[in-house]
């Protein structure tokens, strides 16, 4: 297998991006990137560390993100597993980017920057839901804004309203198979709703 290790080499492959892919790019939240990503409930985040790299859903009810001011947004770090992935890796190496999903657009809006981690009261109290409040908040400085080609969702067919979920393996399927039986199975199934139920905030 040929290995592509020269920039040169990749661009010659691909040619030069045209101009609005260049001038679609922002450093701060625009009005209409404002509309957009407030409108959106999901969002993945991916962070970088000395062990690797880390991708995590993020979602909420609402807005899955509040903007503090036009070049800075914090994303609430709601209960999860407790891995810490992410946030391990924002604490030691801070670049991160975001792609914001709206269900039924095939458009998706990416936002690269640097972030931090608090724990500040006030800003955790900004997120407070039925006396809940999330540990963390992760404070994203923006340094580009911009709008992904819509061809990977519409080539998935990501919102045609098709369900293939039929016959994948659930989370107990796969936990019993990682520990040779000795946990998961339909018991851990049956009661992960129950559970989230009661740990979604």
């Not at 450093?27 to 409930?41: E, Q």
């Not at 503090?68 to 991160?96: E, F, H, K």
């Amino acid at each position: 297998m040929r290995r592509i290790d020269d920039i040169a080499a990749l661009e010659a492959l691909y040619g030069t991006p045209g101009a609005p892919a260049l001038r679609k790019v922002a450093d701060r939240l625009t009005p209409l990137y404002r509309d957009w990503i407030m409108a959106s409930k999901l969002c993945i985040l991916s962070t970088v560390g000395p062990d690797g790299t880390d991708g995590s859903p993020r979602g909420d009810e609402g807005p899955v993100v509040l903007e503090l001011d036009q070049r800075t947004l914090a994303l609430p770090d709601w209960r999860g597993n407790n891995r810490l992935d992410s946030l391990r890796n924002i604490v030691v190496d801070g670049r991160v980017s975001l792609m914001f999903l709206v269900p039924g657009s095939n458009n998706v809006v990416r936002v690269n920057g640097t972030a931090i981690l608090t724990d500040d009261a006030d800003l955790r109290a900004r997120f407070a839901k039925g006396g809940r409040q999330p540990a963390t908040v992760i404070v994203v400085t923006i340094a580009e804004v911009y709008i992904q080609c819509a061809r990977a969702l519409m080539r998935a067919g990501t919102w045609a309203g098709a369900d293939d979920s039929a016959g994948l393996p659930s989370a107990g399927d796969i936990l019993a198979e990682m520990t040779s039986g000795a946990e998961g199975g339909a018991p851990y199934d049956d009661a992960w709703g129950p559970r989230a139920a009661k740990t979604m905030w």
